[in-house]
């Protein structure tokens, strides 16, 4: 199999690395390109074995996959690289939020299958959450699920449920680390170090994470279990429910969908 990378960046090498460790793919199977930050690409050469590759007909000859993994604004850039040297049989896999499948098609100007995916950065420990959406005639849908699954929960959603899977789980992981960053100062207040404030964040985080990939217990269950009669934590979560967190939380995801729309606009 020949799966080419256009895009060696942050989504993209989250991806290749978790497919390479989930040992799904050989590094021998991908090809990465970029646009100038050759030495960022070169350095998967070393770390991972994968090919780093600038000549695009070389890319695109017999690939089974094209993964269109660079910013949306710079799409047209990777089409004009691609057009002249793009084969029937390949299939394309786009990672950019906002591109319609359409866009895609009418831009490559072949009728290429082409797979939407909105995936997110845990890939790299393989457990993102992708979102896919296939084009009309898109065959062996299950060849790329499976690889996915390779690095993540797999979520099959209509183009029209992309810019909301976008806000929710491809931006997700980000505003879950804002809020963990505040968290981290807010400790550093209480009188912590920097340091020691980030590390008990960290263990903290990655504790309530693991009890939630291990144990069934709803998010209310676990928080109640917590929380004792006239104790600590009813003293504190009387006053978090002051805040509209809820609401907060609501338009911060409306605005990242809302952004994914604009993006989507032709
Ligand atoms: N980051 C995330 O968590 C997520 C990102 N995405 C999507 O993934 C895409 C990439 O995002 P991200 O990885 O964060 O961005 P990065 O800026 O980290 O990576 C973009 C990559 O695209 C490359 N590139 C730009 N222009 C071209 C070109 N003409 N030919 C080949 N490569 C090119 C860049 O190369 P160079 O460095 O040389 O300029 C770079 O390797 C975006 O569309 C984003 O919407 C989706 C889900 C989550
Ligand atoms: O911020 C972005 O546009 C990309 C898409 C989802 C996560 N990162």
Known sequence: MKIVFFGAGNMASAIFTGMIEKGIVKADDIYITSKTNR???????ESLGVNVSYDDAELCADADYIVLASKPQNFKDVAKRIRPYLEEKTKLISVMAGIQILTIQEELGKGNSVARIMPNT????????????????????????????S?????????????????????????????????????EELGFSKEDAEQLTRNLVIGTGKTLSERPESFEKLRTDITSKAGTTEAGLNTLSEFKLREMITDTLGSARDRSKKLSER
Request: net charge negative; charged share 20%; proline share 1%.
């Open 39 to 45: 030495v960022a690409a070169m350095e998967f050469k």
């Open 122 to 149: 845990n890939a790299m420990v393989q457990y993102s959450v992708n979102g896919i959406a296939f084009s009309d005639g898109f065959d062996n849908k299950d060849e790329l699920i499976d690889l996915m699954a």
């Open 151 to 187: 690095f993540g929960k797999n979520v099959v959603v209509g183009e029209d449920g992309m810019d909301n899977i976008t806000a929710a789980t491809g931006s997700g992981p980000a505003f879950l680390y804002y809020i963990y960053e505040q968290y981290a100062k807010s400790l």
